[in-house]
């Protein structure tokens, strides 16, 4: 059985960080939560049609095509997240995946 990264909280509260490795881009609304919440600059938003083709496009209306500001929320400095999982807790759409980092 592999060890977790653990932390302790100032009242000494063990605590294991989940860091951030995915965000749903169908699902992602583009509202900027996360990327307000986060202390890390993790989080980049960009126009859905750069990161998706337009079959993956979950659209049961037919009306992407005339939206040219959809916006779409995506991982831009992974490496600089700290695991709070703020940008989850803030999500409307819980488009955030984690995963707990193993110690070395």
Do not use: Q
Not at 19 to 45: E, H, M, Q, S, W
Not at 74 to 87: F, V
Request: charge should be negative.
């Amino acid at each position: 059985m592999s060890d977790f990264v653990t932390g302790i909280t100032f009242g000494g509260t063990v605590w294991t960080p989940a860091y951030v490795t995915d965000i749903n881009a169908k699902t992602c609304i583009g509202c900027g939560r996360c990327f307000k919440v986060c202390p890390r600059d993790v989080f980049d938003l960009v126009e859905k049609s750069s990161i998706m083709e337009d079959d993956d496009f979950d659209d049961d209306y037919g009306d992407f095509e005339d939206d040219d500001e959809n916006m779409v929320m995506t991982i831009k400095n992974a490496l600089d997240c700290i695991g709070c999982e703020a940008c989850s807790k803030v999500c409307p759409k819980d488009c955030f995946t984690h995963e707990h980092k193993i110690a070395a």
